[in-house]
């Protein structure tokens, strides 16, 4: 599921929940409804039943699909045997509500359901399996991957599990369900793309339970040799054909699922694929993949081509870019452009060919397109296709497909290719497209910090065809489209070196006047505009919440309004008991902010409550668990100087040194890094020794850190990287969970308790971060200002010229990513998809980062420590625009 794809759909500026759409669509509704009857809204859902007799805790769950062309009618016999049950059930509320559930890039484990019934008792439920299967005979609905079909139906579906009342807090402050086994123990209701009992629970409903598949996977003569993708509208697949030996690919279309927002489903989309790829191959062979053969297994659609071998470009770019290698030279730089050069003369030639056949490729991004082993480019996935005689698909790759507005100003048929082709070029030199699109004008700023990459000028003319005409690409004065407001330039490529100070003083000005202006003391779902992540949590923590920006705001020196410390003080003790115990979700980061504010009494009563919290005993991380409760201890005694808050630290520092399992309570699948893994730990006992003076806690820290060394690995240049955890292999720097994260513990340690191993180490990962500054996002997580705040503490630490000039450089870098907006400027969050505030990856991380740099000792020129911020500027919305 792409991040926040839900969220996104509700606004389009900011992250908001999906039921805060202001057009969902047409509602569905029961036609008939007995008399004292009525409906509550349950997020996307309609809940009818009795609120005196309520649900169960748990049983057998059924689920109903449909078409959408058919949901009414589903519902409407749906709800009448319920009613005259009286059954609770529920039902998906309106038609962009079904779209999201149903969409290619939704969750699988919500796949296909569209009602929702709660029988209170295993009779009860076999019942009306029974007249639900009875009265839907004949229609057709997707499979629900978490459930089983009851016997022959195409519609009804069951599982057994949680109704909704039983839940339990995790560390990271999401909630599961949970249920009783058939022991009466508490298990957790898991809810995986495939039907699964909790131990101990028998399926009542079949004679025979079905035995787990053994042995290779059979699509009629195709072996399936490697999943490539699963998602929601179904699987690709490299497999083989038994009749030939040949290397094939698969394409999977599951019934009535994998929609888009135009309504059409996976299988018709994958039919007109097909007759596409037919009609190219006959008129334009190898333009295409191959189309060998297409059928229908079971209920789903099957297309098998040739199988091109190769990579996505996505992958190509990452591993081929030298732009981010610590061991680049001219040589490697130039041999890099003239790559991609290549590719996109392919590309050219392949969309030629294309034209000329009569059709349009459509949604043209890195995703679609294989770079094959003699680098050149093959397009695959045609679903999006279409003649250039008809109208173009409404299909598109954010920051890959034209904007709506030119699309309805450029009436050529080939402009969803042109722009795409232009689109892959500027991926060829950063992933910046999504900024590009809001703040065409800063693509001067991404040139100039390329510096000694930059490309050449017909790359660069390609790149920005679409944004900068010849003028703004010469005029870097800032006044290209969006930069109206008055007294607002961009500064031009030279001033970030010549007066990176006051770039960045102008800089930080200009993002609190946006996270300002952005605020909204009002809002009952946020006051400040959040990651996803926030409605699945809560909107108050430090890390997405409103905490995490009135720090940024507090450290900065900037102005809090006090109806926002108001708000954040209410939601507070209005959520105190729901709360998790850690430093990024829950009451240890809140209190840390909150004593900040001088409300000292608020701070020591959460705190209390994170020490006292069971989770503590499970988890130990920074993020979520005892060590940033730990953290939170300290900062309250640095704070205040009362040494009992010291002994609260040192009690949970004492907790730690006597776990037995520690591995046991850090995140998910041996996590690593700065939130979840050993060197979180590492810095807190690095902190508590430096208060306490406790040498026992500075040794098991620096042995904490030789595990997390012994799990990250060598990149081609010779740097070291690490990845998220032992699932995930990817190299990353970030600070979150990345080499920063583990490079900002180790240089603390390195700086006061030498250890060869580690000082070794160090400089290999600040290799690897140094040249990682071409980052898709901007935020403090995973994105330049987490890479910026290391570098400065980095710089800081060891005094190198080297070292502040990477941090400088990283700090200036920033300036690329800043959009302007009514008042200041705000930053694309999590995803790229929307803007946030937050402090993870919106422009509290941001003003924070800047802070970092700007009030320490690396730009030595007379300065104000805390960012100037305008009269003008000083002011937010309190729920009026």
Same mark, same amino acid.
């Given at each position: 599921m792409l991040e926040g794809f839900g969220e996104a759909l509700a606004d389009r500026e900011y992250y908001l929940p999906l039921t805060s759409a202001a057009d969902p669509g047409p509602r569905f509704a029961p036609r008939e409804v007995p008399p004292g009857v009525r409906g509550a809204a349950q997020g996307i859902w309609t809940l009818w039943g009795d609120p005196r007799t309520g649900l169960a805790e748990q049983g057998w769950k059924i689920h109903v699909s449909a078409r959408l062309d058919r949901a009414q009618h589903?519902?409407? %016999?749906?709800?009448?045997?319920?009613?005259?049950?009286?059954?609770?059930?529920?039902?998906?509320?309106?038609?962009? !509500?079904?779209?999201?559930?149903?969409?290619? &890039?939704?969750?699988?484990?919500?796949? *296909?359901?569209?009602?929702?019934?709660?029988?209170?008792?295993? +009779? %009860?439920?076999?019942?009306?399996?029974?007249?639900?299967?009875?009265?839907?005979?004949?229609?057709? *609905?997707?499979?629900?991957?978490?459930?089983?079909?009851?016997?022959?139906?195409?519609?009804?579906?069951y599982r057994y599990g949680s109704f909704g009342a039983r839940s339990r807090l995790r560390a990271d402050g999401t909630r599961e369900g949970v249920v009783r086994d058939g022991s009466g123990r508490e298990v957790a209701d898991l809810r995986l793309p495939a039907f699964q009992l909790p131990p101990g629970i028998t399926d009542p409903f079949v004679e025979h339970e079905e035995q787990p598949h053994a042995g290779p996977i059979l699509i009629r003569d195709y072996e399936v040799t490697r999943a490539v993708r699963l998602s929601n509208a179904g699987g690709a697949y490299q497999a083989r054909d038994r009749r030939t030996g040949r290397t094939v690919f698969v394409k999977e279309a599951r019934a009535h699922n994998g929609l888009v927002f135009d309504g059409t489903d996976a299988q018709q989309r994958l039919r007109h694929e097909y007759r596409v790829l037919r009609e190219l191959h006959a008129a334009a062979p190898g333009v295409g993949p191959e189309p060998l053969d297409h059928f229908t297994e079971w209920e789903h659609d099957f297309l098998v081509t040739e199988y091109v071998a190769g990579q996505p470009l996505v992958g190509w770019?990452?591993?081929?870019?030298?732009?981010?290698?610590?061991?680049?030279?001219?040589?490697?730089?130039?041999?890099?452009?003239?790559?991609? $050069?290549?590719?996109?003369a392919?590309?050219?030639?392949?969309?030629?060919?294309?034209?000329?056949?009569?059709? $349009? !490729?459509?949604?043209?991004?890195?995703?679609?397109?294989?770079?094959?082993?003699?680098?050149?480019? $093959?397009?695959v996935d045609f679903e999006a296709a279409s003649a250039l005689s008809a109208a173009p698909s409404a299909m598109g790759?954010?920051?890959?497909?034209?904007?709506?507005?030119?699309?309805?100003?450029?009436?050529?048929?080939?402009?969803?290719? =042109?722009?795409?082709?232009?689109?892959?070029?500027?991926?060829?030199?950063?992933?910046?497209?999504?900024?590009?699109?809001?703040?065409?004008?800063?693509?001067?700023?991404? =040139?100039?910090?390329?510096?000694?990459?930059?490309?050449? &000028?017909?790359?660069?003319?390609?790149?920005?065809? !679409?944004h900068l005409t010849q003028d703004r690409t010469e005029d870097l004065t800032g006044r290209a489209e969006g930069q109206d407001a008055p007294g607002r330039r961009l500064p031009s490529p030279a001033e970030p070196d010549t007066d990176p100070r006051g770039c960045l003083e102008r800089l930080a000005e200009e993002v609190t006047a946006g996270l300002l202006e952005m605020a909204d003391a009002g809002r009952p779902d946020w006051a400040f505009p959040p990651s996803p992540e926030a409605f699945r949590t809560n909107n108050v923590c430090l890390a997405y919440g409103t905490a995490g920006v009135v720090h940024a705001l507090h450290r900065a020196g900037a102005p809090v309004p006090e109806e926002i410390r108001e708000r954040l003080r209410r939601d507070t003790l209005a959520l105190r008991g729901t709360l998790p115990p850690g430093l990024l979700v829950g009451s240890a980061g809140i209190a840390r902010v909150l004593a900040g504010l001088?409300?000292?009494?608020?701070?020591?009563?959460?705190? =209390?409550?994170?020490?006292? &919290?069971?989770?503590?005993?499970?988890? @130990?991380?920074?993020?979520?668990?005892?060590?940033?409760?730990?953290?939170?201890?300290?900062?309250?005694?640095?704070?205040?100087?009362?040494?009992?808050?010291?002994?609260?630290?040192?009690?949970? @520092?004492?907790?730690?040194?006597?776990?037995?399992?520690?591995?046991?309570?850090?995140? +998910?699948?041996?996590?690593?890094?700065?939130?979840?893994?050993?060197?979180?730990? /590492?810095?807190?006992?690095?902190?508590?020794?430096?208060?306490?003076?406790?040498?026992?806690?500075?040794?098991?820290?620096?042995?904490?850190?030789?595990?997390?060394?012994?799990?990250?690995?060598?990149?081609?240049?010779?740097?070291?990287?690490?990845?998220?955890?032992?699932?995930? %292999?990817?190299?990353?720097?970030?600070?979150?969970?990345?080499? +920063?994260g583990v490079a900002a513990v180790?240089?603390?340690?390195?700086?006061?308790?030498?250890?060869?191993?580690? /000082?070794?180490?160090?400089?290999?990962?600040?290799?690897?971060?140094?040249?990682?500054?071409?980052t898709k996002e901007a935020g403090l997580y995973r994105g330049l200002a987490g890479l910026t705040w290391f570098?400065?503490?980095?710089?800081?630490?060891? @005094?190198?010229?080297?070292?502040? *000039?990477?941090?400088?450089?990283?700090?200036?870098?920033?300036?690329?990513?800043?959009?302007?907006?009514? =008042?200041?400027?705000?930053?694309? @969050?999590?995803?790229?998809?929307?803007?946030?505030?937050?402090?993870?990856?919106?422009?509290? *991380?941001?003003?924070?980062?800047?802070?970092?740099?700007?009030?320490?000792?690396?730009?030595?020129?007379? &300065?104000?420590?805390?960012?100037?911020?305008? +009269?003008?500027?000083? $002011?937010?919305?309190?729920?009026?625009?």
């Open positions: 589903v519902l409407d %016999t749906v709800a009448g045997i319920c009613f005259s049950e009286g059954v609770p059930f529920k039902h998906l509320s309106a038609r962009l !509500f079904f779209l999201f559930l149903h969409h290619k &890039h939704a969750g699988r484990a919500q796949s *296909g359901k569209f009602c929702a019934v709660y029988p209170p008792d295993t +009779a %009860t439920a076999r019942r009306l399996l029974e007249r639900l299967s009875g009265a839907l005979d004949g229609e057709e *609905g997707p499979y629900v991957l978490t459930d089983r079909r009851f016997r022959d139906s195409r519609t009804v579906h770019l990452s591993r081929s870019s030298p732009l981010a290698r610590a061991d680049r030279t001219a040589e490697s730089v130039a041999a890099y452009y003239e790559a991609c $050069r290549r590719l996109l392919s590309l050219d030639s392949s969309l030629e060919r294309l034209h000329s056949a009569g059709y $349009r !490729f459509g949604d043209l991004s890195p995703g679609n397109v294989l770079v094959t082993p003699s680098g050149g480019a $093959r397009l790759t954010p920051g890959f497909a034209p904007p709506p507005g030119l699309l309805r100003a450029d009436t050529d048929p080939l402009l969803q290719d =042109r722009y795409g082709m232009s689109a892959v070029a500027l991926a060829c030199l950063a992933p910046f497209n999504e900024t590009a699109a809001h703040a065409p004008a800063n693509l001067v700023l991404l =040139r100039r910090d390329l510096a000694d990459l930059a490309p050449p &000028h017909d790359l660069w003319q390609r790149a920005t065809a !679409f001088g409300l000292l009494d608020e701070a020591l009563d959460l705190l =209390r409550d994170a020490d006292d &919290h069971p989770l503590t005993d499970s988890c @130990g991380t920074l993020a979520g668990g005892r060590a940033g409760v730990g953290l939170g201890w300290l900062a309250l005694y640095r704070l205040t100087g009362d040494h009992s808050h010291l002994e609260r630290a040192a009690a949970t @520092g004492e907790r730690l040194l006597r776990t037995r399992d520690l591995p046991a309570t850090l995140g +998910a699948h041996d996590a690593r890094g700065l939130l979840h893994g050993r060197s979180g730990l /590492a810095l807190f006992l690095h902190r508590l020794a430096r208060d306490t003076g406790d040498a026992r806690c500075l040794e098991a820290g620096r042995l904490l850190l030789h595990q997390e060394l012994d799990r990250t690995f060598p990149l081609d240049d010779g740097a070291l990287s690490i990845s998220d955890n032992a699932q995930l %292999t990817r190299a990353m720097p970030y600070l979150a969970t990345g080499a +920063a180790l240089t603390r340690y390195v700086a006061t308790a030498p250890d060869e191993r580690c /000082a070794a180490a160090l400089p290999r990962l600040v290799a690897g971060i140094r040249v990682s500054c071409a570098l400065t503490e980095h710089a800081e630490l060891t @005094g190198t010229d080297a070292a502040r *000039g990477d941090a400088v450089r990283a700090a200036t870098g920033l300036l690329k990513y800043a959009v302007p907006y009514r =008042r200041g400027v705000r930053f694309l @969050g999590a995803g790229s998809q929307r803007f946030t505030a937050d402090l993870s990856s919106g422009g509290a *991380g941001v003003l924070l980062a800047l802070h970092r740099l700007l009030a320490g000792p690396l730009l030595t020129e007379p &300065h104000h420590a805390r960012p100037r911020i305008p +009269a003008a500027d000083r $002011r937010y919305r309190a729920g009026v625009p």
